[in-house]
């Protein structure tokens, strides 16, 4: 359920990355070629994407199938950008959220996804929920799985931690919680990307490197649930998996399985 994508890079235009390639975010709404879960995205969709010299990215959001909106075709043909988030929705449960429960999240500089979906929610998170300061609690977008992951994570970059160790400790934490949770997440500042593969497909695109940290001549990365064309290039990353990118490396990163 849901497929989602992040690039940093020279600046390019959004129809360029979402829309223009075959097998891009647009087609994987309704065609998604490795998606394991649900078969088809129109449960909302939105795009986040940083301007030159402003670290706050602007969003653009619906609740309605991406393929409808026509604005986004005029938007994505014109809006150029050096780094973006973006992602399609196949809702875990029906709600009453729409546009709100549409990823990217935001907060500061910092744009957020989840694709997957938290086991027995919410009682199974309740503990964590629980956890969060009461304001951060009432400032949630949505009232939906990924609404509190994005919670859990960002309560943890507003304590100092980077990027990755954000994802590193909320995925282990949540899966014990909630055994069986699809918790692929993805995150990025506009200048580094992290990502868990954690129950679904991830893919990589940079150009090849050193061994064991691939490097991109090019300062370009691209992050996906799914690749959007068939260049061979394209890297899967294992399940249970950290990645943190930048414009000229990759790095991956076992994580650690909850205890039992």
């Not at 360029?16 to 088809?40: D, F, I, K, M, N």
């Not at 994005?150 to 994802?167: E, F, K, P, T, Y």
């Amino acid at each position: 359920m849901c497929r989602h994508v992040a690039f940093v890079g020279a600046e390019t235009a959004i129809g360029e990355l979402l829309v223009a390639p075959p097998h891009g975010l647009l087609r994987q709404s309704w065609a998604p070629r490795r998606q394991r879960y649900g078969t088809v995205n129109a449960d909302g969709f939105g795009v986040g994407w940083y301007a030159p010299g402003d670290p706050v990215p602007a969003r653009y959001r619906r609740a309605g199938p991406v393929w409808g909106d026509r604005s986004f075709a005029d938007l994505a043909r014109v809006v150029r950008t050096g780094a973006l988030l973006a992602a399609v929705r196949d809702a875990t449960e029906p709600g009453a959220d729409g546009e709100a429960a549409a990823a990217p999240y935001a907060s500061g500089p910092w744009l957020f996804s989840h694709n997957g979906a938290v086991t027995d929610w919410p009682r199974s998170v309740a503990s964590q929920a629980t956890a969060l300061p009461a304001a951060e609690l009432l400032s949630m977008e949505a009232r939906c799985d990924s609404a509190l992951l994005w919670a859990l994570v960002l309560h943890r970059l507003r304590d100092g931690d980077g990027l990755g160790d954000s994802l590193a400790y909320t995925v282990p934490e949540v899966a014990r919680a909630a055994p069986g949770s699809r918790l692929n997440l993805l995150l990025t500042d506009g200048v580094t990307i992290a990502a868990t593969a954690w129950g679904d497909t991830l893919w990589y695109l940079a150009e090849p490197g050193r061994p064991g940290l691939p490097r991109s001549p090019s300062g370009r990365v691209v992050v996906a649930s799914e690749p959007y064309d068939d260049d061979p290039h394209w890297r899967e990353v294992p399940d249970r998996t950290l990645l943190v990118a930048t414009r000229t490396d990759v790095l991956l990163t076992p994580l650690k399985e909850p205890p039992a």
